[in-house]
């Protein structure tokens, strides 16, 4: 007796349908996305699912469902679901998929939002307890800025794990007891979550699929240098060496921005000078609608130019702003100066073409003055700015020559930026207090024999020296010649005096009192 087989063509073969099909079925039949503890449990019999079983599928499938349902095992208040939570769990869940299927990452993540957004529960807390839903072998690491907060955000992490509804939804996963420290605690199946600081407890000898900062900086130690280049160099130097894999190991940054040169300021500003060697996508989601959200399509779901009008309404957002513009700026706008700028008022400065053959005869006087530095590739910059005054009195920036030089390529630099300018212009060398600085200041001089040269000694703090010139800025005073450095002279001014660099309103400084000096009569002649 001969059997005869059927082929049956791969493509109408069904497969078992998973949760996700069967809610979207259900969504499918109803107008509005019915939470899971809505679901009817006959509707999961057919594809072999019980109660429970259909709402851990999807949990497993989706991180927002998972947010949606575990919310009671967190929180004793009612959720405020926004927009945004639904986002931000999708743009993650996408990096996560890629790194349960062990592929090469596409990009890490920087993710700029208010305080009081959920970020640190969706990412902190509810992450890991999600991916192990689906991986359970992953190493999370989890940075923060203060202990007390990491081990806080781990304890709640846990408390998820080991909730009752955890267990039933997900019973595979269970902790282990030899690995049970609130900051450091795993799985039976590998996988563990480390809690870390910045500038304390170290991920020194751990390696995670996944690398989660939040909130690195305290908002209180932002204006300390020291702070902000102990926090850069935990993200660049420290954390990049804790990967399982550099090709698969995604990176999450969430935080408010705070200062020009914050982590997230300094990560993005690496990747713009990388030349696409540095992948990172950045979500900027300000709690009122201006040019910084990102992507800007995000703009659509704002209501009444909120980000949350439920949370973060127009009372609680006044509130925010008179605890200071430039907090608010920063933690609730995105854009660590507010409005108009700190000192400067930079949108007072209008830039203008003007042909070169129309600068002698246009201008009364010409300045070039120099701040110093001498560290190749590195620290402050060498800047020289070149002014002009018009017959009306107004003050033209002309010319901005920038560099990290070392002293030999600096000096060389220098005389020749005076020989392209002409004997016509004054120049302006900065002496630094000390031996040190009278010295090098004098070799400048010697340098630019045949020039006539100025030296500058500069007293008060750089805020003071730079108000005159800001006064003419905001009032109108100051033009701008239309150049390719327009865009970084106007950065500096923007944020100072809490940028990162001053090199260039120092030097601007020292032109303009010069500039600007009225000039002595002796003997009917002017000096």
Request: aromatic share 10%; hydrophobic share 35%; with cysteine.
């Amino acid at each position: 007796m001969v059997t005869i087989v059927k082929k049956v063509k791969r493509s109408k073969l069904k497969r078992r349908p998973t949760g996700t099909d069967i809610y979207q079925e259900l969504r499918q039949k109803k107008s509005s996305k019915p939470p899971l503890k809505q679901i009817d449990p006959a509707i999961g019999v057919r594809a072999g699912f019980t109660y429970e079983g259909l709402q851990a599928a999807i949990c497993r499938e989706s991180f927002y469902e998972f947010v949606k349902e575990f919310w009671d095992t967190l929180h004793e208040e009612p959720p405020v679901w926004n927009w945004h939570i639904d986002y931000i769990c999708k743009r993650v869940q996408k990096m996560a998929e890629r790194v349960f299927r062990s592929e090469t990452k596409k990009f890490d993540l920087i993710i700029n939002i208010p305080p009081g957004t959920t970020k640190s529960t969706l990412l902190s807390i509810m992450l890991t307890a999600w991916v192990w839903t689906r991986m359970p072998e992953a190493k999370i690491i989890n940075a923060t800025h203060t202990e007390v907060l990491g081990l806080d955000f781990a304890r709640k992490c846990r408390g998820i794990i080991e909730s009752d509804k955890y267990r039933r939804y997900f019973p595979k996963i269970k902790l282990r007891e030899d690995q049970s420290k609130m900051g450091y605690f795993g799985n039976a199946d590998g996988g563990w979550r480390l809690s870390v600081t910045i500038g304390g407890k170290s991920p020194l000898g751990f390696h995670g699929h996944f690398l989660i900062v939040d909130d690195p900086i305290n908002p209180s130690k932002v204006f300390s240098e020291s702070e902000l280049k102990r926090a850069n160099e935990f993200l660049t130097n420290t954390l990049f060496f804790r990967k399982v894999s550099k090709r698969v190991t995604v990176t999450i940054l969430v935080m408010q921005r705070l200062h020009q040169n914050d982590p997230a300021g300094n990560w993005l500003e690496r990747a713009k000078q990388s030349e696409g060697l540095i992948k990172v996508k950045l979500i900027c989601l300000p709690a009122e609608e201006t040019d910084k959200v990102h992507p800007r399509r995000l703009k659509k779901y704002y209501r009444q130019g909120m980000l949350d009008a439920d949370r973060l309404d127009r009372k609680v957002l006044s509130e925010a702003k008179s605890q200071g513009m430039y907090s608010y700026s920063g933690q609730f706008l995105q854009d660590p100066v507010p409005p108009g700028g700190l000192l400067f008022d930079i949108d007072k400065i209008v830039a203008k073409d003007l042909p070169e053959f129309q600068q002698l005869r246009f201008f009364k006087k010409f300045v070039r003055s120099w701040d110093k530095a001498g560290t190749v590739n590195d620290g402050a910059y060498t800047v020289g700015v070149k002014m002009g005054l018009d017959p009306q009195g107004n003050v033209w920036i002309m010319d901005v020559v920038r560099g990290q030089w070392g002293v030999s390529q600096r000096e060389m630099t220098i005389k020749t930026t005076a020989q392209l300018d002409g004997k016509e212009v004054k120049i302006v060398i900065e002496q630094e207090g000390g031996s040190g600085g009278k010295e090098s200041a004098e070799a400048t001089v010697r340098n630019l024999l045949g020039f006539t040269v100025t030296l500058d000694k500069p007293t008060g703090d750089k805020e003071k020296r730079a108000d005159p010139f800001a006064t003419a800025v905001n009032n109108g005073l100051v033009y701008m010649v239309r150049a390719n450095w327009n865009d970084s002279y106007l950065d500096e001014l923007r944020y100072f005096p809490r940028g990162t660099y001053k090199d260039q309103v120092d030097a601007s400084t020292m032109a303009f009192a010069i500039l600007t000096k009225p000039s002595m009569k002796i003997g009917g002649f002017p000096r």
